[in-house]
């Protein structure tokens, strides 16, 4: 038996999970957390729709929630196999798989603190910091490039992605009976040209992909003119004398900015500035991308022998206490704030914007995808209004959406990264909502595919004879 099945991710962009069986063994590709509304997140703690006694392996992509956000929840429920995944992958997710735990714990306490005044059962959290810190045992961590056996009749091999530091395209291959079949699983391909990282890892052979479309509607601003954005946005709130608020992803996207600021320190005025980086994981997380120097770009190496750590300014603040974060909140003119969290569905922005975003001379950047359901979403679509802890508060505030700091590759790059495969494999596309979905699928049909999947949640491919049963 060589069978793939589509367990999240399909038609949405978060929850990422795909099920193998390969003759007697089953292993899973990614086991994401689904994000989004109450009613999104309400769907993790439902049962896996699996046997977990029945998982051999697990590999993951790389280390962001939705792909990896379920495996102390998977390891909760009997799982205790190995888990394939890239060193930094690894190092990242001791850092986010914790703060996971940590955030579930205090979600669960304020929750049962409302139920226990109401005479309610108490609610359980989806799992705890322990057990965040429990699956670490079972990672396995491995190299770029290096093919490797994880189960019979199972081995792959991890190539740059390009995407966060570790993220990888995954090459696997399948046998049973006879037959072997090569899966690639694209994970989340980075931007070309994006800072820090080496861009995606041409793949030229594979008997089925499995891709991600994030932005398969839509090509990214040219890195130029989002550098050019970006100084404007900073010069124009110095004039406005305001605070600068940017909701950032501790993984990736926080050093992207940190690195931006150091290339262009003088040409932006930056030491006019206090720069506060208020978020302990982010924290955590740059200190892993400065020990991993292996993976940086050529660009980036060149940065660090000029400037030396790349990641450090001269005027940037370390906020990891909760007292280092609310000290900020004194500050009326004349501060940068990188928080989280990345979607605003949580953590110290949301803190920030409370004494900020209803204030006409400060300024918010919006510098990542925000799934629907999300605050940071609300924002993007214009809203006048958000609730905050149960208080109603204007947003008066300037909202910049600076789409080209992607960390996911766009229509163009989706295409191009596709376009090297010799002679168009069956593609399955997947992590898109069906807004990016269907334009990228109708690119790709101009391209010569002649077998291509749009999944649905559930949905099984044969891959012997690569047709959905």
């Excluded at 995954?170 to 820090?196: Q, Y």
């Excluded at 069906?434 to 101009?446: G, R, S």
Aim: with cysteine; glycine share 8%.
């Amino acid at each position: 038996m060589l069978q793939l099945q589509f367990l999240g991710a399909t038609q949405e962009v978060t929850g990422s999970c795909y099920l193998l069986r390969v003759g007697a063994y089953s292993l899973l590709v990614e086991c994401g957390l689904i994000q989004g509304t109450p009613e999104d997140e309400a769907r993790n703690a439902k049962p896996f729709p699996f046997d977990v006694g029945s998982i051999d392996a697990v590999v993951l992509t790389h280390s962001h929630l939705d792909h990896s956000g379920r495996l102390p929840l998977l390891a909760k429920a009997g799982f205790d196999g190995p888990i394939f995944t890239h060193h930094a992958s690894a190092d990242l997710c001791k850092i986010l798989l914790k703060d996971s735990g940590y955030l579930n714990e205090r979600e669960v306490e304020w929750q049962n603190r409302k139920r226990q005044r109401k005479h309610l059962p108490l609610i359980e959290p989806l799992y705890t910091m322990a057990d965040a810190e429990l699956v670490m045992d079972q990672f396995v961590p491995l190299d770029y490039s290096v093919e490797t056996e994880i189960l019979p009749g199972v081995k792959i091999r991890l190539n740059d992605a390009g995407h966060i530091l570790g993220s990888s395209i995954v090459e696997m291959w399948l046998s049973d009976k006879g037959v072997t079949r090569k899966l690639v699983f694209s994970g989340d391909l980075g931007h070309r040209g994006a800072p820090i990282l080496q861009d995606p890892a041409v793949i030229k052979q594979a008997d089925l992909v499995l891709m991600e479309s994030t932005y398969g509607d839509r090509d990214h601003r040219p890195w130029d003119e989002t550098w050019d954005e970006l100084e404007q946005v900073l010069l124009n709130a110095k004039h406005d004398k305001g605070i600068v608020m940017i909701p950032s992803f501790a993984v990736g996207r926080t050093q992207e900015l940190l690195y931006a600021f150091n290339l262009n320190y003088e040409k932006w005025q930056l030491d006019k500035w206090a720069i506060f980086l208020d978020s302990p994981m982010a924290i955590e997380a740059t200190e892993v991308y400065s020990n991993h120097r292996e993976l940086y770009d050529r660009e980036t190496k060149a940065l660090q022998q000029r400037n030396g750590n790349p990641f450090k300014l001269p005027n940037l603040h370390i906020s990891r206490s909760a007292d280092d974060s609310m000290a900020i909140n004194q500050i009326r003119s004349g501060a940068i704030v990188i928080a989280g969290s990345g979607m605003c569905s949580g953590g110290r922005i949301k803190h920030h914007f409370k004494h900020n975003i209803w204030r006409r001379n400060c300024h918010v950047l919006i510098v990542g995808f925000q799934a629907r359901g999300t605050l940071g979403r609300l924002l993007v679509d214009g809203a006048t209004q958000i609730n905050l802890w149960g208080e109603v508060v204007s947003v008066s505030a300037k909202i910049h959406t600076i789409g080209g700091f992607s960390a996911h590759a766009d229509r163009d790059g989706l295409l191009e990264w596709y376009g090297h495969f010799d002679g168009r494999p069956p593609l399955a596309l997947v992590h898109g909502e069906p807004q990016a979905i269907e334009p990228l699928a109708e690119q790709v049909k101009a391209l010569g595919v002649e077998r291509l999947f749009v999944p649905e949640l559930g949905n099984s491919l044969d891959l012997v004879h690569m047709k959905q049963i």
